[in-house]
């Protein structure tokens, strides 16, 4: 890439990052519509959502600690545009450093602890139950989401950083689909999406973690939301699909490969039913744990002798 | 028309407040979101919780037990954003004036705490949820 172009790229990806997001908002709600059987909403619809959430009062509880209370969303989004910045770095301009996947994981939880600093600030009842669910969530699904970038780690032979990992794509081996399988639902908590949207779930605990938020700071949580969506599917593709390149049939590849993503995200999202948070400990304690060794086991197995696909 | 109100007509998020109705309007509201009507073409969502709402959707008279939590939930209620009345109940008192435990209308109770409240009515016993869907949009292009 030339130097004027290069500089108009890293001037404009941080919108484009946003505009994507609100794009694969949109792509959320129109195929749970379609599944649903409904017409969904239209194209701006998650821009206008953020437009009029900007243009409200915000409004402060009066138990609230009111820097912290505003200061989290912020936090939030800076740690995923932070992530997502990464990510284009080692697309687009195929610069990484050494351990960068273990800053990548670091960033991944900013989010989740954004959002439970917070709540728990808030000074609400109802924030106070989202705000315990969220971080058990957080624990019940760190272990598991670490413990598939190992096999990651272990099937490309002991790489630290992602540009190197994206050359490869380990889910094309036993231990590797295992891994990917159970980072994909760990993505999916990440989000927030219907099996695991126990923090939020708006029918018991009425908004959960975001009950207390209005206005341009609802704004801004709506926005991470929205990056997340970008940021974490494409960090999946990268780390067990290959990553995606910046030309030719390799972009158009790469997009595929991330729709695929998002698509299984949703499915998974509209034929499931909230589960409990103990339920959801239990799974990715429990099940995803025992997998995960068994994908270890079957890695370093692969990798000692040489067999690629085990 | 400023942006603000532009795009608060796109997107009208609702709460639904339940002041002592007799439930029907409430499964009428449901009916709403279901794959028949299917209002988030037209942006509508109900939301959980006041802060996140741009619109009340009331239900009910406005009972003696009602009527503070009303009041406390229009007060969370991040403005600018307006209230619909929905059915006979709210609008008037309905079936159940003059009531031992009536203390509604309910547009009064919502007066008393802000005299500028844009109030919406959507007569019925309860109405229709074409009759709902016309009364939002006739009310937000008032706005
Ligand atoms: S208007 Fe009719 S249906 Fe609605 S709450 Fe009142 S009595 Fe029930």
Redesign the interface.
């Known amino acids: 890439m030339s130097v004027p172009l290069n500089i108009l790229f890293w001037v404009v990806v941080i919108p484009g990052t946003v505009i994507l997001g609100l794009v694969a908002c949109w792509i959320v709600r129109k195929v749970s519509a379609l599944v649903q059987w409904r017409v969904g909403p239209p194209l701006c619809q998650p821009l206008y959502d953020i437009m009029k959430l900007m243009g409200k009062e915000i409004l402060v509880p009066q138990d609230a600690q009111r820097t912290v209370f505003m200061a989290a969303p912020l936090v939030g989004l800076a740690g995923v545009l932070l992530l997502s910045m990464m990510l284009w770095r080692i697309t687009v301009a195929q610069t990484a450093f050494i351990g960068d996947i273990i800053v990548a994981i670091y960033l991944m939880v900013l989010p989740s602890l954004a959002l439970i600093l917070g709540s728990s600030a808030s000074g609400s009842p109802h924030a106070a139950i989202g705000t315990s669910r969220e971080m058990k969530l957080v624990m019940g699904y760190e272990l598991s989401l670490v413990l598939a970038f190992i096999v990651v780690i272990i099937k490309t032979g002991g790489q630290l950083d992602l540009a190197t990992i994206a050359q490869q794509a380990p889910a094309l081996s036993i231990s590797g689909m295992l891994a990917f399988l159970v980072a994909l639902l760990c993505v999916q908590a990440k989000l927030g999406f219907v099996p695991f949207d126990i923090a939020e779930a708006e029918t018991e605990v009425a908004g959960g973690v975001l009950i207390e938020y209005s206005g341009a700071l609802l704004a801004v949580w709506k926005v991470m939301h929205a990056v997340m969506l970008v940021a974490l599917p494409l960090f999946l593709v990268t780390v067990f699909l290959g990553g995606f390149g910046t030309t030719g049939w390799s972009l158009v590849w790469g997009i595929g490969k991330y729709v695929l993503i998002v698509v299984l995200l949703i499915l998974i999202k509209n034929t499931n039913p909230r589960v409990r948070i103990d339920q959801a400990m239990k799974f990715f304690w429990f099940y995803c744990g025992i997998a995960l060794v068994a994908a270890i086991i079957l890695a370093t197995i692969g990798s000692y002798y040489g067999i690629g696909w085990l | 028309m400023?942006?603000?109100i532009w795009?608060?007509k796109?997107?009208p998020?609702v709460f639904h407040v339940n002041a002592g109705a007799c439930n029907n309007c409430d499964i009428e509201i449901v009916n709403l979101l279901t794959?028949k009507f299917?209002v988030?073409?037209l942006?509508i969502k109900l939301?959980?919780?006041p802060?996140?709402a741009?619109a009340l959707l009331v239900t009910g008279v406005g009972t003696r037990q009602a009527v503070p939590r009303l009041k406390e939930v229009y007060r969370?209620t991040?403005?600018?954003c307006v209230v619909f009345l929905v059915g006979a109940c709210s609008c008037g008192t309905g079936i159940f004036h003059e009531g031992y435990h009536v203390e509604g209308p309910v547009d009064k109770i919502i007066r008393e705490e802000d005299p500028n409240a844009i109030i919406a009515y959507v007569p019925g016993c309860p109405p229709k949820p074409e009759a709902m869907i016309s009364g939002i949009v006739k009310a937000l292009s008032a706005l």
Request: hydrophobic residues 20%.
């Open positions: 400023s942006w603000k795009s608060l796109k997107s998020w794959p299917d988030e073409r942006g939301v959980g919780s802060r996140h741009d969370q991040a403005k600018p």
